[in-house]
């Protein structure tokens, strides 16, 4: 199994920044696409942005150009830069990851854009 464990949530003005990160370990050998879900109180979950194993990155249309996925394989982590953010960014924000036989899930990490 593959556990999951995200940070760098908390509480930011309009038009300011975070990066959130996520740490894979376990059995991350097979891991290849990884990426981060959100959901909004009262909305559907949905996915911000997916990184693969070649870095290959794609991005949900409303944080096209405010949001990078990265990942460091050393480390086993990937990241979220958010930046620009909007108050509608406000979300618990969910670290994925894909092998062969499951999608793991993190516990998620609050995101509140307020002022």
């Known amino acids: 199994q593959v556990q999951l464990v995200e940070s760098g949530g908390g509480l930011v003005q309009p038009g300011g920044s975070l990066r959130l990160s996520c740490v894979a370990s376990?059995?991350?050998?097979?891991?290849?696409?990884m990426g981060w879900y959100r959901q909004a109180p009262g909305k559907q979950r949905e996915l911000v942005a997916t990184?693969?194993?070649?870095?290959?990155?794609n991005y949900l249309d409303s944080v096209k150009g405010r949001f990078t996925i990265s990942r460091d394989n050393a480390k086993n982590t990937v990241y979220l830069q958010m930046d620009s953010l909007k108050p509608e960014d406000t979300a618990v924000y969910y670290c994925?990851?894909?092998?062969?036989?499951?999608?793991?899930w993190g516990q998620g990490t609050q995101v509140t854009v307020s002022s």
């Open positions: 994925v990851a894909d092998d062969p036989s499951r999608r793991s």
């Open positions: 376990g059995n991350i050998f097979n891991i290849y696409n």
């Open positions: 990184i693969t194993s070649g870095d290959s990155t």
